[in-house]
């Protein structure tokens, strides 16, 4: 298992105020998430946090935008996560703030998800 990036590291331990937050592998980046709940991204040396209607702008404002990602089909626009202002990773108390609200944006987006149907013939 390789040893997290220095910008892991950092987000972590910014984070560390917040409760139990983990990092893994996925996708070729990184996911950040709390008690299991994804609510950040690490790609291309850049974090992106989820986004609601309740937080989106605040992203606007600081003139951010939505991940994307280019395929061999053209370039994909994840409107569910926003590049988090870099100066906020100078200010803890404020980086932390807008943590906490991708992680309520994260929890609302659960919370709108129909459950999966159960699988018949399943056993406990």
Known sequence: MRA???LTTHLLELLFPLGPVSARRMFGGVGLFHSGMMFGLIAHDELFLKVGDANRAMYEAAGEAPFTY???????????YWRCPPELLDDAETF???ARQAIEAALVAARGKP????KRGATR
């Open 96 to 98: 932390q703030a807008w």
């Open 115 to 118: 459950k999966a149907p159960r």
């Open 70 to 80: 280019d395929t061999k089909h053209g370039t994909h626009t994840i409107g569910s």
């Open 4 to 6: 997290p990036d220095k």
